[in-house]
């Protein structure tokens, strides 16, 4: 038989570009817990021991920028005294008088937003992020207890499918962890099986074929910063659906509520997994578009790749009966005005539990 192979990668909260992600998305957390109005988009970018913290900001919250940089490296298990220039300015006038705190907000920006579901996956995700992103959690849960293992790593799971889309079994896991100096492949090997893999990976998804490969490269001891910079919004792949499904043009970090690059691509989520959960498709992909200013979107587009239970041209008609697709209904409905970002940062920002969006809707038709 034929198998079609898919990857999808995911990496570890010590990651350079995750990093500046958790630094932006704690910052956002700062200013939300103050000023629920704040308009913020501000991010980070980290070589080294040097991190520049830069954007816009329009709050009523007084924030520490680098004290906050600082304390997001130290959660993660860094130890290196870093330097941190902060550059922030207002957001610009133009922009903010476009978006109006009210229950007919504008968009923030234009764009396209998408979001996606499957039922391959109990949380409606693709079978290869999920596991991926769990490979990932676990590397990092785990340093706690194994003191040689350093916060910097990444996962990558490959899977087989069958003609009509279904997981069949896992063909290839990769994980790269980071460690300190001396320690051996083998041990490394050892650790990463027998406290990583097997833990996660059912072995319902194994065979005796599965290919299995830990720390290609060999030595992983530089690592973070000082082996690779890292900047906010560079890893919208990870942070989605690990390139099964489209992605728009803009990262969700740093990013407070009104820009509908982010609560825009949360709502296209939640109607895909409330699509899917109702047995209307056994996947689909929304599209949203936007114009900064206006508060409908200009489009709204499904893809159910063939797997419709009902006519498409039913299902969309289902979608604007059951959502409100205004930028501040969407605010309102997911309740997006919570210090709540930071905890998005890692692991994926869907198929995890505690989110708004993550929760099934039950559709009306």
Request: proline share 3%; charged share 25%.
């Amino acid at each position: 038989m034929t198998y079609i192979l898919f990857t999808s990668e995911s990496v570890t909260d010590g990651h350079p570009d995750k990093i500046c992600d958790q630094i932006a998305d704690a910052i956002l957390d700062e200013a939300m817990r103050v000023d629920k109005q704040s308009k913020m988009a501000v991010e980070a970018t980290i070589k080294d021991d040097f991190i520049l913290v830069y954007g816009e900001a329009n709050t009523k919250a007084v924030i520490d920028y680098a004290a906050v940089a600082k304390g997001v490296l130290k959660d993660i298990g860094y130890t290196e005294d870093y330097e941190v220039l902060v550059r922030v300015n207002k957001q610009s006038s133009q922009i903010n008088k476009a978006v109006v705190d009210t229950e007919n907000m504008g968009a923030g920006d234009q764009g396209i937003m998408f979001g996606y579901a499957t039922n391959e996956t109990e949380n409606y995700m693709p079978l290869s992020i999920d596991l991926a992103h769990k490979l990932a959690k676990q590397l990092s849960d785990i340093k706690k207890d194994i003191t040689w293992l350093l916060p910097d790593g990444k996962t990558q799971v490959t899977v087989a499918y069958d003609e009509n889309h279904q997981p069949v079994y896992v063909h290839t896991i990769l994980v790269s962890a980071s460690h300190l100096a001396g320690i051996t492949h083998e041990e490394i090997e050892k650790v990463v099986m027998n406290n990583v893999i097997k833990p996660v990976i059912d072995e319902k998804w194994m065979r005796e074929d599965t290919r299995i490969i830990i720390n290609p490269s060999g030595e992983f001891s530089i690592a973070g910063s000082f082996s690779d910079s890292g900047t906010t919004g560079r890893k919208i792949v990870v942070d989605t659906y690990g390139g099964v499904g489209r992605i728009g043009g803009g990262c969700f970090s740093s990013k407070d509520p009104s820009k509908v690059d982010r609560s825009a691509a949360y709502f296209c989520r939640y109607v895909a997994k409330a699509v899917v959960a109702a047995d209307l498709a056994d996947r689909v992909e929304i599209q949203l578009s936007y114009a900064i200013g206006l508060t409908d979107p200009l489009s709204i587009h499904i893809d159910t790749f063939g797997t419709n239970k009902r006519p498409e041209s039913e299902i969309l008609e289902i979608i604007k009966n059951n959502f409100d697709f205004r930028v501040g209904s969407i605010i309102q409905e997911l309740d997006l005005l919570q210090p709540i970002y930071r905890n998005t940062a890692n692991f994926g920002h869907f198929g995890r539990d505690g989110f708004s969006w993550e929760k099934v809707k039950e559709l009306t038709f």
